[in-house]
């Protein structure tokens, strides 16, 4: 296994799991003496699991038999945290790091599994064609190990004795996307796995082509806040709606659902001046004479 990385500063999240455990291996092993590389190991302990100080002590001894600078930051979410909740802290604590540190991307280590996994999740919840090719690779965020299996790093893992902690959460079927790992993929046969796979590759060449089209569109009816509603309302619905979800991803907005963009649609087309409507995170567009606005609430 072997990883490809740029010359530069990168924070790596490390949850204490095989895979990111397998992750800071992988750098270890191929970056850890080249001085144009700087890795600091991030952790963040969401507070839902009582043993989760092991976990914590695990991935800081880890870092520090490396020679890695090590962070972390602890919250107390509870036992019924929601995972978009914990999902949204976490990446809260990875950016604010890669803030302090200056730092070119955060390595996460996200593999093929979850891949798959994500694009059935968000298939589900209505997020649309961007739903099957959500979980890749952008300018903050790289993930090194998306072209691995599951079964790959735990061989990878077994070889080389790595020491990891197993989140017992995982297999709690109360979080949608453990349900669908243990009652729906593992059921998958090889080959429908495979035909899967490739349909989000292709989907992934078709969202680029369109997301191109999209901006040289959105350049010419919105700004960084606004958008024109007379330039949405003239479009049919699916068209308008993709161009309203393309703008708010613009805004570093995701995650949204179908439903949301269905509002903000309805919104444009008859809302009355000064409706809000909710998108993500305290962010709401809101309904002016001429432009949809997207603002977000004074705390």
Do not use: C
């Not at 649309?128 to 190990?145: A, E, F, M, Q, V």
């Not at 090889?190 to 590759?201: F, N, P």
């Not at 191109?212 to 606004?226: C, S």
Request: avoid cysteine.
């Amino acid at each position: 296994m072997k990883i490809d990385l740029k010359p530069g500063t990168y924070i790596v999240a490390v949850s204490g799991g095989v895979d990111s455990i397998s992750l800071l291996s992988l750098i270890n092993n191929n970056y850890s003496k080249n001085p144009d590389f700087r890795f600091i190991v991030a952790h963040f302990d969401h507070g839902i699991r009582q043993d989760s100080d092991l976990d914590l002590k695990l991935v800081r001894k880890t870092a520090k038999s490396y020679g890695f600078e090590f962070v972390f930051e602890k919250a107390n979410l509870g036992p019924k945290t929601s995972e978009e909740t914990a999902r949204k802290h976490r990446y809260e604590f990875l950016f604010g790091v890669s803030e302090k540190y200056q730092a070119g991307a955060i390595l996460t280590a996200h593999h093929k599994n979850d891949l798959i996994e994500t694009a059935v999740f968000n298939v589900l919840r209505g997020t649309g064609r961007k739903g099957l090719t959500s979980l890749g690779s952008r300018d903050l965020i790289i993930r090194p190990l998306l072209k691995f299996s599951k079964a790959q790093i735990l061989r990878y893992a077994n070889k080389h004795q790595l020491a990891w902690r197993e989140d017992i959460t995982n297999t709690d079927l109360k979080y949608s996307r453990n349900l669908i790992r243990e009652e729906l993929l593992k059921k998958f046969s090889t080959a429908q796995t495979k035909k899967l796979e490739s349909i989000i590759k292709s989907q992934h060449s078709i969202n680029q082509e369109l997301d191109n089209l999209l901006d040289e569109f959105l350049d010419t009816i919105a700004d960084e806040k606004t958008i024109k509603r007379q330039a949405i309302n003239s479009l049919p619905d699916n068209l308008a709606s993709e161009i309203i979800a393309h703008w708010l991803r613009k805004n570093n907005l995701r995650d949204f659902d179908k439903k949301t963009i269905q509002r903000i649609l309805s919104g444009s087309r008859i809302g009355t001046t000064g409706s809000k409507y909710d998108v993500k995170h305290g962010y709401f567009v809101i309904v002016q004479k001429e432009v949809l606005a997207l603002d977000i609430l004074e705390r």
